[in-house]
């Protein structure tokens, strides 16, 4: 599984090709680099030739952080991912089969797929009266505890007048919406049982159904936003100490999501390669390059304002 993951990650990383050399990085003004907490710069993207060579729909430096509001990014997002699949590569089409058929495999036959077979393996394993992560509780703690840093560390920006910090976060709320976006969609389309429906066997009803099984369904909306979360980060920070941690505690988080019964594995291993490869997608396409206007003007603003009904203070944050 972790394989699929990783390699599913090519998608999002379309290199130039081989005739034209790689341009050499350019220095950002000290001005315009983003720093983390305790100085740690984070990284600033060079234009490489293969970005203007193979042009997509949707795709540009007006598409980008600071040239463009959160809310139209995602909106042209929805369109240009599943449209740039025209301009995919080998290895992009080998990865998605690979993570596709492994999908398949595992949600046939139909009338009793290996996923079911799977799930009733792990409940001899583990007893009925196992300890679950996954209740009502156990969820929400999840959650909070996965957005907590990243709050922090948009606080931590607009504080310091850091652009690098609210950048990382308004790019991994906007993966995290085009996730949920797909993810959505695929889920009320199938309307699959999930493994506590029925009898376990992951029957297909189509879209009649799946209001009445949600939140269960294929794929795992829980995995496809870590993963996107996940895809931000790596790509952003480029650090392979901390991909591989970020991995380790993905596959955990995977793992327990198929042990307490939210989802079978092909949710997960559908769920995981398609939010990866949105977040790493999401940072390749619309991470700023540092545009005169993406670092341009201050993060946080007061200013006063008049209106014909009388005056007041407004405030506001540039995201």
Do not use: C
Request: net charge negative; hydrophobic share 50%; glycine share 12%.
């Amino acid at each position: 599984m972790a394989a699929l993951l990783l390699m599913s990650a090519r998608m999002a990383h379309a290199q130039p090709t081989p005739e034209e050399p790689r341009a050499a990085p350019t220095q950002a003004p000290d001005d315009a680099r983003a720093s983390g907490p305790g100085g740690a710069q984070l990284p600033f993207l060079p234009e490489e030739p293969g970005d203007r060579l193979r042009p997509g729909l949707f795709l540009g430096d007006e598409f980008r952080y600071g040239n463009m509001m959160l809310p139209l990014r995602v909106l042209s997002d929805l369109a240009a991912i599943p449209a740039g699949m025209a301009l995919w590569e080998p290895h992009d089409w080998g990865a998605f089969s690979l993570v596709t058929l492994a999908t398949g495999a595992l949600m046939l036959p139909l009338d009793h797929p290996l996923d079911a077979h799977l799930q009733n393996a792990i409940h001899r394993a583990l007893g009925p009266e196992h300890f679950k992560i996954w209740t009502p509780v156990g969820d929400a703690i999840i959650h909070t505890a996965l957005w907590a840093p990243l709050v922090g560390l948009l606080a931590w920006g607009l504080a310091n007048d850091d652009r690098g910090p609210v950048q990382l976060f308004s790019l991994t709320v906007e993966a995290f919406a085009v996730t949920q976006a797909f993810h959505l969609t695929f889920k009320l389309l199938l309307g699959r049982e999930g493994p506590m429906d029925g009898q376990g066997l992951g029957r297909i009803f189509g879209p009649s159904r799946s209001l009445d099984l949600f939140p269960a369904g294929t794929p795992s909306g829980h995995v496809s936003s870590l993963y996107a979360m996940m895809g931000v980060a790596t790509a952003w920070l480029d650090n392979m100490p901390l991909t591989l941690a970020l991995h380790a505690f993905g596959l955990l988080f995977a793992a327990t999501i198929v042990m307490d019964d939210y989802h079978f594995l092909s949710d997960v291993i559908w769920g995981g390669a398609m939010g990866y490869a949105i977040g790493q997608w999401v940072v390749k396409h619309r991470a700023s390059r540092g545009g005169v206007s993406a670092k341009g003007g201050p993060l946080f603003m007061v200013m006063p304002m008049v209106t014909p009904q009388g005056g007041g203070v407004s405030a506001g944050f540039r995201f």
